[in-house]
């Protein structure tokens, strides 16, 4: 008297663990975001807080004459 055959449970018990699992790894993805993303707020802040910490392209920049600069600024090619 049963309807319901065997392979039709496996089937949707295979997509309820297919759901399953996807939320959980949804749910572990946007975890881990949030995490990157509030690593990087605090590594700027600490960054404009300390002013040792500096990139190669500022140490760069501060290295090049100030025409350079204002060339740049306005759009023309360096020389």
């Known amino acids: 008297m049963s309807s319901i055959d065997t392979p039709a449970v496996w089937t949707v018990l295979k997509w309820v663990l297919v759901a399953l699992a996807a939320g959980f790894v949804g749910q572990?993805?946007?975890?881990l975001?949030?995490?990157?993303?509030?690593?990087?707020?605090?590594?700027?802040?600490?960054?404009q807080v300390d002013p040792s910490m500096t990139?190669?392209?500022?140490?760069?920049?501060?290295?090049?004459?100030?025409?350079?600069?204002?060339?740049?600024?306005?759009?023309?090619?360096?020389i």
């Open 28 to 31: 572990f993805g946007r975890s």
């Open 33 to 47: 975001a949030l995490r990157i993303i509030e690593r990087r707020r605090r590594n700027a802040v600490h960054k």
């Open 55 to 78: 990139s190669a392209d500022d140490e760069e920049r501060s290295k090049r004459p100030k025409v350079v600069e204002k060339m740049e600024k306005k759009g023309q090619d360096k």
